[in-house]
C-alpha cells in the first residue's frame, strides 16, 4: 500500500507528464499601465506603424485569446513572450507588461499559477525557441503541442517558417489562433490597407527568414540589435542542454554555416517522439 507521500509525489510527477500544451504569446509593444486597461493608445509604447489599424486593441484580443485557450485545456501553459525592446519604456519588458494587463482584465484567476514570462526576445523566431526554452525550465520537458495566438497575417511566419522549418516542429500539432488589424477605414481604403499589410510582411520578414531561418544575418540580427537597448542575454544555454548548439549557432556573434547546416545539427527533442 502507497505511503501518503509516495502518492502525493506520483501525483505530482503525473501532473508535471501531463503539462503537454504549450501556448505562446508573442508581445508586440509595452503597455504602461493605466485606467482604460489598454483600450487608449497612449497607454502603449507604439510603433508608428502600429496606429492606423489600432494594433493596440488587437493586443488586448491577443490577451483575451490565449486566457481563454488556458482555460480551455487544463494541460495547458501559456509562456508570455517578450523582452526589454523599448528604450523609452526602461527596463520594463514587454512580456511584465502583458501580464500586468492580463491581471487587470482578468483579476486573481486561478489560471495565473500556469502563466510563465519570457523576457528575452526580441523577434519572432526568438518568442517561439525562447518560449520552448521556457516551457522546458518550468516544466522539465518539452512542448507535445503547441498554440500560437498572434496577428493572423504572421501565420505563414510562425507556423510555416519558424516551427515546421527551422525547429521541425510537427505541423499538425500547432494551432494558430489570429486575429487581425482593424482600421476605421472605408471599404476600398480598407482593401489598399491589408493588401500593403501583407506586402510589408513578405517584404521585410517572409522574405529574410525564408533565406536566414534563424535570423543570424542582416537585416534580421540588425533590427535584433536595436531591440536590445539594455543589452540583456538569455541564459537558455544552460538551461537547455539538448537545444545548446543550436543557441550557440543562432546567437548574435552569427555561424558560418548555412541554415539547413545548422538545423542538421540538432536532433530535436520533439522528432524523436
Known amino acids: 500500500m502507497l505511503s ?3 502518492y502525493a509525489h506520483s501525483i505530482i510527477k503525473i501532473h508535471v507528464v501531463l503539462m503537454n500544451h504549450l501556448i505562446i504569446l508573442p ?3 509595452v503597455w504602461s499601465g493605466g ?5 487608449q493608445r497612449d497607454e502603449w509604447h507604439l510603433a508608428p506603424f502600429q496606429y492606423e489599424g489600432n ?3 488587437c493586443f488586448i484580443d491577443h490577451v483575451s485569446k490565449s486566457i481563454k485557450e488556458l482555460k480551455n485545456d487544463p494541460h495547458a501553459v501559456l509562456v508570455i513572450s517578450g523582452g526589454q525592446t523599448k528604450k523609452d519604456a526602461g ?6 507588461s502583458y501580464y500586468q494587463l ?15 514570462l519570457e523576457e528575452f526576445a526580441r523577434d519572432s523566431f526568438e518568442n517561439v525557441i525562447f518560449s520552448i526554452c521556457r516551457f ?7 512542448p507535445e503541442r503547441i498554440s500560437v495566438v498572434g496577428f493572423q497575417f504572421k501565420h505563414e511566419r510562425f507556423v510555416n517558417h519558424h516551427l515546421q522549418e527551422a525547429l521541425q516542429f510537427p505541423v499538425e500539432k500547432v494551432n494558430y489562433i489570429g486575429n487581425s488589424p482593424n482600421p476605421e477605414f472605408d471599404d476600398s481604403k480598407r482593401a489598399r490597407y491589408f493588401a500593403d499589410l501583407m506586402a510589408s510582411e513578405k517584404k521585410h520578414a517572409l522574405s529574410h527568414f525564408q533565406k536566414d531561418w534563424y535570423g543570424i544575418s542582416h ?9 536590445n537597448p539594455f543589452k540583456r542575454t538569455h541564459g537558455y544555454y544552460a538551461s537547455n542542454k539538448q537545444l545548446q548548439r543550436l543557441l550557440e549557432h543562432i546567437s548574435d556573434e552569427g555561424s558560418d554555416l548555412e541554415s539547413i547546416e545548422i538545423r542538421s545539427l540538432v536532433n530535436f527533442p520533439w522528432t524523436q517522439k
Open 4 to 6: 501518503l507521500f509516495t
Open 219 to 227: 537585416p534580421l540580427l540588425d533590427k535584433k540589435k536595436q531591440r
Open 55 to 57: 494594433d493596440h486593441l
Open 136 to 142: 522546458f525550465e518550468i516544466k522539465e520537458t518539452y
Open 35 to 39: 485606467p482604460s486597461k489598454g483600450e
Open 102 to 116: 492580463a491581471k487587470a482584465l482578468y483579476g486573481d484567476d486561478p489560471v495565473f499559477d500556469r502563466i510563465c
Open 91 to 96: 527596463p520594463q519588458s514587454e512580456a511584465y
Open 27 to 29: 508581445c508586440h509593444s
